[in-house]
T-cell receptor
Framework: KAGVTQTPRYLIKTRGQQVTLSCSPI?????VSWYQQTPGQGLQFLFE???????NKGNFPGRFSGRQFSNSRSEMNVSTLELGDSALYLC?????????????FGPGTRLLVL | SQKIEQNSEALNIQEGKTATLTCNYT??????LQWYRQDPGRGPVFLLL?????KEKRKERLKVTFDTTLKQSLFHITASQPADSATYLC?????????????FGGGTRVLVKP
């Protein structure tokens, strides 16, 4: 069974631009969560989607948004990029929502904002 | 909301010895706790889940304990090997107010020297 895939793996953007990251969960998994990881803040929860509905949202500004498609694939968008948005963005999938289920993480997208 | 504390200092250990990592949490006691391993530039990989009614869980050379009185979980790597060098993260649900989303500690880096 293929793992969680994320595209692109690396991205360089400039301040003010926007970016869209993509995540394909493990086949059969309907829950997708997004995390931002930085050296200073660690792994921080962005949002969780299940059956195309946002189930949970972390404490991030409205510039961060996401969506989930009927095939469970998910995208997250960051508009008006800031230098502080430079981070590793991780997507995780699980069979169902909630933390009891094992989270399977993708390799991440490393975003650098210049 | 739940706060999770892991020793931010790296743990340097000699090959063959046992590494012991600590995860402390505040506020309410979670129904379960998970441990993940993360290698540089990669997403976390699930290792073990322990429920509140389980005192101890083992998987090969790994052992996790869960003390709801002390609000603490200990993670042991016995007979450590250089390949065990990585960052280890504990995670637990953030509470009902947080939608029970999985919240991660800052992680502890382990370096096993041959």
């Amino acid at each position: 069974k293929a793992g969680v895939t994320q595209t692109p793996r690396y991205l360089i953007k400039t301040r003010g631009q926007q970016v869209t990251l993509s995540c394909s969960p493990i086949s059969g998994h309907r829950s997708v969560s997004w995390y931002q990881q930085t050296p200073g803040q660690g792994l921080q929860f962005l949002f969780e989607y299940f059956s195309e509905t946002q189930r949970n949202k972390g404490n991030f500004p409205g510039r961060f948004s996401g969506r989930q498609f009927s095939n469970s694939r998910s995208e997250m968008n960051v508009s008006t990029l800031e230098l502080g948005d430079s981070a590793l963005y991780l997507c995780a999938s699980s069979l169902s929502p909630g933390g009891m289920e094992t989270q399977y993480f993708g390799p991440g997208t490393r975003l650098l904002v210049l | 909301s739940q706060k999770i504390e892991q020793n931010s200092e790296a743990l340097n250990i000699q090959e063959g010895k046992t590494a012991t990592l600590t995860c402390n949490y505040t506020n309410y006691s979670p129904a379960y706790l998970q441990w993940y391993r993360q290698d540089p530039g990669r997403g976390p990989v699930f290792l073990l889940l322990i429920r509140e009614n389980e005192k101890e869980k083992r998987k090969e050379r790994l052992k996790v304990t869960f003390d709801t009185t002390l609000k603490q979980s200990l993670f042991h790597i016995t007979a450590s090997q250089p390949a065990d060098s990585a960052t280890y993260l504990c995670a637990l649900p953030g509470g009902r107010a947080a939608g029970n989303k999985l919240t991660f500690g800052g992680g502890t880096r382990v370096l096993v020297k041959p």
